[in-house]
């Protein structure tokens, strides 16, 4: 339908850094014009972007932005808790496994510690406004964190590591993936299998160079969107970083 397929375009646009909360869309006759269709189809995609929560269309004023999808622009490392509460967005986080394991031979290596040394394992899905947006399967070293508890992962890792435990987290190394929703994955995320989703590993590292903590999420690409405003490191600065910090 070339209505939804408008609405799609336009929902992108209205998440981008060009519009803000209470920023008026162009009229329907401007859009029919830029999309080449009539300005029926346009009045459609509009009633699907309303119909969305996305604008709110006002008699004799025009449409206008109401609300975006969660949305994260990243030019520094922010934790996804600290971006969702200044948007004022109402989050909560559901543990679903917290348990001491010995480290598996793959988790070690990502961790730089031994194999069967000991680590926190933890699944958790992070839900926004009361909507699944994020499952999270986390690996932590145990003798980094004596402390950790089933109250910091209902938290944000992020304010436990620096704050509580006096540890700068000074980067991450990240890795995103497309994948389908398999069952297990469609039933923690309240979603049809098949469901494509975002599979981002996470690997967190000090100013001391430990590495802190190794995550897989599975994030909802319908409701989440990422802008990456990335520093681009001419060849001759490329000598004052260590190799490892300028891997892929």
């Known amino acids: 339908m070339i209505y939804k397929s ?3 375009r336009l929902r992108l646009r209205l998440n981008s ?4 909360i209470g920023s008026m869309l162009p009229g329907e006759k401007a859009l029919a014009q830029e999309f080449g269709v009539a300005r ?3 009045r459609k995609a509009l009633s699907l972007l309303v119909s969305w929560g996305l604008v709110e269309s006002r008699h004799g004023s025009g449409t206008f932005v109401s609300r975006k999808d969660v949305h994260h622009e990243t030019t520094n490392l922010t934790g996804l808790m600290e971006v969702l509460r200044q948007q004022g967005k109402e989050v909560q986080s559901k543990v679903l496994l917290f348990e001491v394991m010995p480290a598996p031979p793959a988790i070690a290596s990502q961790l730089r510690i031994q194999v069967d040394e000991r680590i926190y394992f933890s699944r958790r899905v992070r839900y926004v406004d009361g909507k699944p947006l994020m499952l999270e399967d986390s690996f932590m070293p145990v003798k980094l964190f004596r402390n950790l508890s089933l109250a910091h992962l209902e938290g944000s890792k992020f304010d436990y ?3 509580e435990c006096g540890i700068t987290i000074s980067g991450n190394y990240e890795s995103l993936t497309p994948v389908l929703a398999d069952k297990q994955l469609a039933s923690y995320m309240k ?4 469901t494509p989703l975002l599979r981002i590993t996470s690997l967190s590292y000090s100013d001391s160079g430990e590495f802190l903590n190794y995550s897989v999420m ?3 690409t319908s409701d989440y969107q990422v ?3 990335l520093r681009r490191i001419h060849p001759e600065e490329l000598v004052a970083y260590p190799p490892e910090q300028c891997r892929e």
Do not use: G, V, W
């Not at 850094?17 to 803000?20: P, T, V």
């Not at 979603?191 to 098949?194: A, I, R």
């Open 161 to 163: 590591i620096e704050k």
């Open 218 to 220: 599975f994030r909802n």
């Open 40 to 42: 029926m189809t346009i």
């Open 191 to 194: 979603l049809p299998e098949q």
């Open 6 to 8: 408008i609405a799609d």
């Open 227 to 229: 802008d990456y405003h």
């Open 17 to 20: 850094s060009d519009y803000n």
